[in-house]
């Protein structure tokens, strides 16, 4: 399977925005994209006005990248919401919100997408009693999340113990029992990532 090796912050540098994939060093001094506001490369930033193209391009890539995924899982996720009724791009985002790896990281057991994606496939949580190793499982309503019983006493949840958590409204997790719900399904006004997803759907239409 082909994977990203290089830097993570070249990705928030080329798309001009911060993509959240370090954890904590996105919102300190440290974050690349607060020191180099410019595209990696020698070059800098382009004096060409951007084609209409070249701006849906850009959202597609940067919402895949926030997200953490291959450009053939991503249009997985645009045909499936289109095959559906209602409004296909706030569909999109909602079925790439319930992903489990997301939702793991929405309730702030991973500091970054991919340390939930590296929690999940560890074999860490388990969705109704059963375990799930699969980063993209779809979650849904009432659904009961829990990190496994043997798997507490790991550093990364003992310092989450007792800790208050902000996290959406539509999901919520009890540090203290280390167990979680799906409340409702996600909302598009839920996902504040910044995401123009109109972009998204009239690039992959054409």
């Keep these: 399977m082909a994977k990203y090796t290089d830097a993570d912050c070249k990705l928030c540098r080329r798309e001009g925005a ?19 506001p410019t595209p990696p490369g020698p070059h800098g930033p382009s004096r060409r006005k951007p084609s209409e193209y070249s701006i849906q391009l850009r959202e597609k890539q940067k919402t895949k990248r926030m997200y953490g995924l291959l450009e053939k899982q991503f249009r997985g996720y645009y045909e499936e919401a289109e095959r559906m009724r ?11 919100e319930r992903r489990l790896d997301n939702v793991i990281y929405r309730m702030g057991l991973g500091a970054s997408r991919a340390q939930a994606r590296q929690i999940v496939n560890h074999g860490h949580i388990e969705v109704n009693g059963r375990r799930v190793d699969i980063p993209g499982f779809q979650v849904r309503t009432g ?4 990190v496994r019983e043997g798997k507490r006493d790991n550093t990364l949840f003992k310092e989450l113990r007792g800790a208050k958590i902000v996290m959406p409204k ?30 998204i759907i009239e690039l992959y239409s054409k």
């Design 18 to 36: 911060k993509l959240f994939l370090k954890g904590d060093r996105c919102v300190s001094k440290k974050c690349a994209i607060e020191k180099r």
């Design 86 to 96: 209602g409004v296909t791009g706030e569909i999109m985002l909602s079925l790439l």
């Design 143 to 146: 659904d009961v999340l829990t």
């Design 170 to 199: 539509w999901l919520e997790f009890d540090t203290e029992r280390f167990v979680g719900k799906i409340l409702e399904l996600p909302k598009r006004e839920d996902i504040d990532l910044g995401i123009k997803e109109q972009l």
